[in-house]
């Protein structure tokens, strides 16, 4: 800090720095000049402070007189007030753009603007909202004034158009803030102390619409056709979007109707866009000084009508998709549509998100009709309970008394609050189930239990650990020297141990049934069938994770991977791995590979066998010649041609095997996509073995140049291949 009576323009006095030092009258004197002589004297870094100038006072000067900040701020010959005439006549034509332009601002706001950016610059909206209407006819555009008889576009069409939109994006904003979303980064619900109709009915809406639209028709002889269409394709989409995001009965198949309907009317709009005139002046930053808002004035976000209907198109199309998922029933197949739905790209907006959420958890049921309990209870039977007593229905609507053979189900509705006891409790219901151990000759040949739900919470933990890692690629996490560290083979391979293990047991309760019902048998034959695609998928996994994993070390190993895009001095390869494994720390079990294990599995390595896993070779030991360097390059082109024939087995399935029942499209896309990824590294390592053998005694740094581009780059955004080429 500097002080400031150091400074050649300082007082002589201190007082008269004191604002209590007052005089009757001020006196002001220009010293920019001085001031900019008296600053240079000052280092970098270096600031003047005075006692009496604070915080306070210092942002205060910054807002006053500064159009950014200050709301009051004036330009000479500009007004405070917006002197745009709302009641001044309007063409057809005119109508129409200002339709156009509110829907342009409506579709910012659904892209994270807030409304005092957007719909809420309107001079008519203000007009409608502002003062409060107490009832729907007070909300119009004449408010201090006799509704007036004439102009019937401006008070009864544009009017309806303009309550239409305002109670969709009440729809709209109440659906969204009653589910989850991330407040200001996804979504803006501040409303700077208006309502959106939120205390008037849609049907009284849905009238006046109606009304506008029997207007227009009836002024054939008075208004060119071309205009009239344009005018009832408008009010058309709005009425059918007001009853496509309406609160009540949403779980309605035919609301996918309405949202087709929309889509539908779409290309007409985009024709008739351009009968339309826009009045730029209906809309002004002006009247952000009218709303309750701590912020200071931000410019209107504009964007241009075709983006706005490439925003609505995917609203639309989303819109009537997610319905899909009221065919889905099982628990699995609601969790693969929400999974495939959400990964769609581009990702569905924020309300259609939210509308998901209410559709699979709607007043705590699932889709409407399934208890959270019976959702439980099937995906158990499924994975590992199948035609077993804990999950049969008919123990779960029974009076529970002291007798201990009526405790199992209140010992199943104990597992879904205490899931991390779920040992304790499978080895408690073992009394009630007479369960019969096993033994494994191939080991000690002890007694080996099922804990059935132990099983099943450690099986959905492994996949949640395996999507945690596969979302770090999809974000572009990793660094790029660090993707030879997958992970993801060590996750994949302990699934796959674990589904083998829940067969196993599945097969010898199968065995003890010595005459099992067809209600036995169905539920037998589903649930194997769940586990063979399970394993199907968990093997394709593991191949290809380790075919790539090979991959990367063995470019890391030729010194031809790309470095870090920014220097990273306080990083260490060991603190990263620290930092990326942290989530996975208090899910023991699985193991987490110390820094050393892993370390050893990713660097440059001959071939070994998985100790967990005696089926599946991994690269373990250091290589030292050309010829083990070559045989890493073998195994992961192996390892990627058997995971491109797993993922292409996974990609003839059924979509009723595979759980994808409703998303089957946007699924067997994913998969082909994964397929091309596997086709991709087999041609790179191709390409690599060939450059290899060219290169003779060069430097393979000087002939070999591989490139890791973005995810949104890739075939599917959760596996990286690089792309080798020849220099």
Known sequence: MADLSKLSIAPLHHDLLSPQAGNNRTKTQDITSEFIIAASALNTGQLVKDGYFTLFEAVGALEIMDPKMDSGFLTPGDSIEHDYDVLRELMPEEVIGIMDQMLCFEMTWHMGHPLSQSLFTS??????????????????????????????????????????????????????????????????????????????EMADIFTKIEDAMAYVGQEADSMDRPFKDALLYRLELRKMLLSAAQLDGFLDHQRAKLWEGCLELLPMLSQTNKLGVQLEDSFSIKVQRKLASSVPPRPIIKISFDEALEGLSGICQNGRDVYRILDSRAGTRIMTFVLTYQSRKPQPSVYIRCLLQSLVFSEMRVLGTISLKQLLFDDLEELVLPADVLVDPANGDIEAPQDPRFQISKKMDAFVTKAADAEGIDTELRRYTKEESIRDSSTSNEEIWSFPLSSWAYYYKLRQMEWIVQMGFELDIYQVDELAGMYLQHLASTRLQHIERIRTFSTHRLKRIAKPTLKQKTSFRRSFSF???????????????????????????????????????????????????????????????????????????????????????????????????????????????????????????????????????????????????????????????????????????????????????????????PRVSAK
């Open 531 to 721: 586990l063979d695609f399970a394993a199907l998928e968990a093997s394709a996994t593991q191949s290809f994770a380790e075919g790539l994993s090979c991959l990367f070390s063995f470019l890391a190993h030729l010194g031809v991977v790309p470095t870090p895009y920014h220097p990273l001095p306080y990083s260490t390869p060991a603190l990263r791995y620290s930092l990326r494994v942290r989530p996975f720390l208090s899910f023991c079990p699985p193991e987490v590979p110390s820094y050393p294990e892993f370390a050893t599995r990713v660097s440059l390595h001959t071939l070994g066998k998985d100790a967990g896993d005696s089926s599946h070779q991994i690269a373990w030991t250091k290589i030292e010649t050309k010829d083990e360097a070559s045989s890493i390059l073998d195994f992961a082109d192996q390892a990627l041609k058997a995971a491109r024939k797993d993922w292409e087995a996974i990609s003839k399935a059924k979509a009723e095997t595979a759980g994808y029942v409703g998303c089957e499209d946007w699924w067997r896309t994913s998969v082909k996509n994964v397929v091309r990824a596997c086709i991709t590294a087999n041609i790179m390592i191709a390409k690599l073995k060939k450059a290899m053998s060219n290169a003779a005694s060069k430097d393979t740094q000087d002939i070999i140049k591989v490139e890791v581009v973005k995810s949104d780059e890739l075939y599917h955004a959760w596996w990286v291949v």
């Open 123 to 200: 001079a008519y909206i203000d007009r409608l909202l502002w003062p409060d209407p107490k009832t729907l006819e007070q909300a119009r555009f004449e408010r201090d004034k006799t509704p007036a008889s004439g102009n019937k576009l401006l008070h009864l069409v544009l009017r309806a158009y303009c309550l239409g939109l305002v109670k969709t994006c009440d729809f709209v904003r109440r659906r969204i803030m009653s589910e989850r979303y991330y407040e200001e980064e996804d979504f803006v619900v501040s409303l700077y102390h208006r309502k959106l109709l939120d205390d008037f």
